[in-house]
């Protein structure tokens, strides 16, 4: 029986050869759920006393459609870490045989995880936006990895975006974000990136607004911002003051995930005493089962699936036997003759 390691460097290059694949993947998965086919219980928060703004997080899930497959991602988000000039986040996939439950693969996933988040944020675009891949004035408060993997993916499924602004608190890094995106990527070199002023001018100019922050608690309040009824893709969850999650259509990916952990939902939730602000699920969208109106903001809050982790470490693994870029473990199940 066979155990891989796939390193992230691998798992960089099977994603940024295969994004559209990756959104398609993504958007079946939801649609499995929806009927059933797989199964996404609670996420599991490890805490620490000594450092309350951290967390480790394990999303255990199984899907049992046209993929078959288990296991379960364990991410670490340990903000402190950019001042020490590495990412917030890091993490492990494991992929178990759904038949016998033995783990068969560890995958790097802070690639992974970054690319179901980015995928999911920009399959609601394309389907909110009239199914449209061309938007005039894109923005981004929020400059990290997130933030650069949503571009990525944007980008690498073919999106014309004639003007890009940016806003960061620290305006230095959107400096630097903006450089990197000017070399990464060639796609976009007709592309304007402008670096706003503040977060609420950023949404005034655009059609469409990705929030990819580290926030803890809402900063975003001012209604007027929103009066030309952007699409917004709330991928930090904690960003928007309940009255604006009040004057909009609220999208997610799972409405009993979205409502824990003090999401702006959840807050939303517990001010007023029910969920009448639930428009629907991004799944209801693709099946055709709910048309939005665009006389209002539309909020897209995806909480993050452990399904989506599965199904996209799958295809990087299968990607990866196939081109023999894995690194087998001897050995690993060892005495397998006990009884």
Not at 167 to 188: G, H, T, V
Not at 284 to 298: F, M, S
Not at 303 to 308: A, E, K, P, Q, T
Request: proline letters at 4%.
């Amino acid at each position: 029986m066979n155990f891989e390691v796939i390193s992230g460097k691998v798992v960089n290059d099977v994603i940024s050869n295969n994004y559209q694949d990756i959104v398609d993947i993504v958007e079946q998965t939801y649609l499995a759920y929806q009927a059933g086919n797989a199964h996404n219980p609670d996420s599991y928060f490890l805490r620490f006393e000594k450092k309350p703004e951290a967390r480790i997080i394990a999303l255990p899930a199984y899907i049992d459609d046209a993929v078959k497959i288990s296991g379960m991602k364990w991410i670490s988000s340990f903000p402190k870490n950019i001042q020490q000039g590495i990412p917030r986040a890091s993490a492990v996939l494991i992929l178990n045989d759904l038949e016998t439950g033995y783990p068969f693969a560890c995958l790097e996933s802070s690639i992974i995880s970054a690319s179901r988040t980015s995928a999911s944020a920009v399959s609601a675009a394309y389907h909110l936006n009239g199914k449209q891949k061309k938007v005039v004035n894109l923005g981004v408060i929020g400059t990290g990895l997130i933030a650069r993997y949503i571009i990525a993916f944007f980008a690498g499924c073919g999106w014309e975006i004639e003007n890009l602004h940016l806003f960061d608190a620290n305006e230095s890094y959107a400096e630097q974000f903006k450089a990197r995106i000017q070399k990464d990527f060639p796609q976009l070199k007709n592309t304007e990136i402008m670096i706003a002023a503040s977060a609420d001018a950023l949404i005034q100019q655009s059609s469409i607004v990705t929030f990819a922050t580290s926030a803890g608690e809402p900063h975003i309040a001012n209604l007027a911002a929103f009066s030309h009824n952007p699409i917004v893709l709330h991928v930090s969850l904690r960003d928007l003051d309940p009255k604006v999650i009040l004057a909009s259509y609220n999208v997610f990916d799972d409405v009993e995930h979205c409502m824990k952990a003090n999401t702006s939902a959840h807050l939303t939730e517990q001010l007023v005493g029910n969920r009448d602000f639930v428009t629907g699920t991004l799944a209801d969208i693709l099946a055709g089962t709910e048309a939005l109106k665009r006389d209002k903001p539309v909020v897209f809050s995806p909480f993050g699936m452990g399904i989506l982790d599965l199904a996209v470490g799958y295809k990087v693994y299968s990607e990866a036997v196939q081109s023999e870029s894995t690194t087998q473990i001897d050995e690993f199940f060892y005495d397998m003759n006990r009884v």
